[in-house]
């Protein structure tokens, strides 16, 4: 086995730009693994996002790829002369995008529909507008009119062939499809990208940067790892489900996301979930068995230990949690649960760590029913808190009563710091915490108060828990064990690549040595 292993290593609105769990496990294998020389390509909404972490040197290069916020993928993308840039608009040519563009375009777009066809067919031909994009502009190609008569033409096919499938309500407008178009080609940004030939890839979610690996795959015969932390396509029907988008636009956005999901089960080589909670999933989206093999997450438990509580907090019954303030974390039921508590335990406080910026709408939402519930003594917005270890040991017990989720790092953190949490029963959460916490019903406040007046009563109880957490983190969830499958999966998967060069290069080795 090798010593030394290239990665590409794709992430999708989290590191090295956002804070958060999948962030956290992300330089945890940067920092643990200095023998990793990782190609890190990034997915964020936002072009003047500044690093969040501190880059370890064996990051070789960030492959920055904002959606958002550009005119020109050469503003952020491409590393490319205004020469050759200028060259690429003046051949995108009427009769270019007809001949060369079209047929792929139509086929990638088909692909959105046809749920049963053969998924490696659509990676071939994203693989094939990835090498369009490198002799003919992006911008000058998805202006044309012929892509709006195809894209339009595409997405109205279901309608004209099944008129007896939707109701008129649900017939896409001009802004539907103008919108789904625009959309769209901020979605595929990344085919703009420069995709580096590695040992292997590695996919931090099965979503859109998972394209790179595809592209890596067929361009280099790259192998492809695929971690899932909270199962992507889940949490987009959840949150396309809560928006008030039209009909079509949902429609479009499952689909286009369903479709990535598929790509990236089809390509990956080895699926590893954070729990095994997501591998059923998985197999909905026919992820074999012999591709999976879940890795969970661990925390170092020499950071994260035991602590008595701050003097500040001492004499009150105190809730914590550490939660980035946005939907998918449900506040709002949090706050909920600490207004029903507080009827039983006049004095608890309920404290939040985590970024305000991530939904600034979600956080005024919070705040007003924190108003409306008269909670102003009661729960508090904390803001970011630069050592994460001190957020636990504030408090009596941990919250967690997010809506999605894959193995919570704040699960394993607070049971390292020796607090029981009271969380709710999504993704991983009750492998975790079962036996060692109170696991509740999703959007449930009374079900979570239960929990958590059960445990604030019960010092015992409260104890007992939170030295059985502490221990179960020490044998099964430190960072070394989930370090080194990692590693090992590397190794393995670049040995692979290895192998199937030698087996390449061989006949031209024996003719000339003959």
Same mark, same amino acid.
Not at 320 to 342: C, E, H
């Given at each position: ?39 890190? +390509? ?12 501190? $880059?370890?040197?064996?990051? !070789? ?47 990638? $777009? ?10 490696? =067919? ?30 339009? =033409? ?9 008129? #007896? ?68 396509? !889940?949490? !987009?029907?959840?949150?396309?489900? &809560? ?20 790509? +990236? ?9 954070? +729990? ?13 068995? #012999? ?10 438990? #020499?950071?994260?230990?035991? *602590? ?13 949690? =550490? ?23 006049? #004095? ?21 029913? &924190? &108003? ?44 390292? +710091? ?30 979570? *108060? ?18 059985? @957490? !502490?221990?179960?983190?020490? @044998? ?39």
């Amino acid at each position: 086995m090798t010593d030394h292993v290239s990665v590409l290593f794709e992430t999708e609105g989290t590191y090295p730009f956002v804070g958060g769990g999948v962030s956290t496990w992300c330089d945890i294998l940067v920092r643990e693994l200095p023998q990793v020389d990782y190609h890190v +390509c990034a997915i964020t909404g936002d072009p003047n996002v500044k690093f969040k972490y501190q $880059l370890m040197d064996n990051v !070789r290069q960030v492959i920055h790829v904002p959606l958002w916020g550009t005119e020109e993928p050469a503003e952020f993308i491409l590393d490319t002369p205004f020469s050759e840039i200028y060259r690429r608009k003046r051949e995108t040519t009427t009769q270019v995008v007809e001949e060369k563009f079209l047929p792929l375009f139509h086929h990638f $777009l088909q692909g959105m529909e046809e749920t049963g066809s053969d998924v490696t =067919a659509y990676g071939r031909t994203i693989h094939q507008l990835y090498h369009y994009f490198r002799e003919y502009d992006y911008i000058e190609t998805f202006k044309s009119r012929q892509v709006w008569d195809v894209f339009q =033409a595409e997405m109205l096919r279901p309608y004209r062939e099944r008129p #007896d499938d939707f109701v008129s309500e649900e017939m896409p407008n001009l802004y539907d499809l103008t919108t789904a178009l625009r959309w769209l080609s901020k979605l595929l940004m990344v085919l703009n990208a420069d995709i580096p030939d590695t040992d292997l890839s590695h996919a931090t979610i099965a979503a859109f940067v998972g394209m790179a690996s595809v592209i890596a795959k067929l361009e280099h015969g790259t192998p492809m790892l695929l971690t899932e932390h909270g199962v992507y396509i !889940r949490e !987009r029907y959840i949150h396309v489900s &809560a928006t008030d988008l039209t009909y079509f636009l949902k429609r479009f956005l499952i689909n286009l996301s369903a479709l990535m999901s598929r790509l +990236c089960y089809t390509y990956a080589d080895q699926v590893s979930p954070v +729990c095994n909670f997501n591998q059923k999933w998985e197999r909905l989206y026919s992820v074999s068995d #012999d591709k999976l093999q879940t890795i969970y997450n661990g925390v170092n438990p #020499d950071v994260f230990r035991p *602590a008595p509580k701050p003097e500040s907090a001492q004499g009150r019954p105190t809730v914590v949690a =550490a939660a980035r303030i946005f939907p998918l974390k449900d506040i709002l039921t949090m706050i909920r649960t600490a207004a029903i508590v507080r009827e039983t335990i006049p #004095d608890v406080q309920f404290t939040v760590y985590g970024s305000l910026t991530a939904d600034p709408p979600y956080v005024e939402k919070c705040r007003a029913l &924190a &108003a409306e519930l008269e909670l102003e003594e009661t729960f508090k917005l904390g803001g970011f808190h630069n050592e994460p270890a001190k957020i636990y040991t504030e408090g009596d017990i941990n919250i967690l009563t997010s809506i999605s989720e894959g193995f919570p790092y704040t699960v394993l953190e607070a049971m390292s +710091c020796g607090r029981p949490v009271v969380a709710t029963d999504v993704g991983g959460v009750r492998e975790a915490l079962e036996g060692f916490g109170v696991v509740c019903r999703p959007g449930d406040p009374a079900d979570l *108060a239960q929990g958590v007046i059960k445990l604030l009563q019960n010092d015992e109880l409260r104890q007992t828990m939170g030295r059985k @957490a !502490r221990n179960e983190v020490l @044998a099964k969830y430190r960072t070394s064990r989930s370090v080194d499958a990692y590693w090992e999966a590397y190794q393995r998967w670049a040995g692979v690549k290895a192998e199937r060069a030698a087996l390449v290069d061989q006949p031209q080795a024996a003719q000339v040595g003959g």
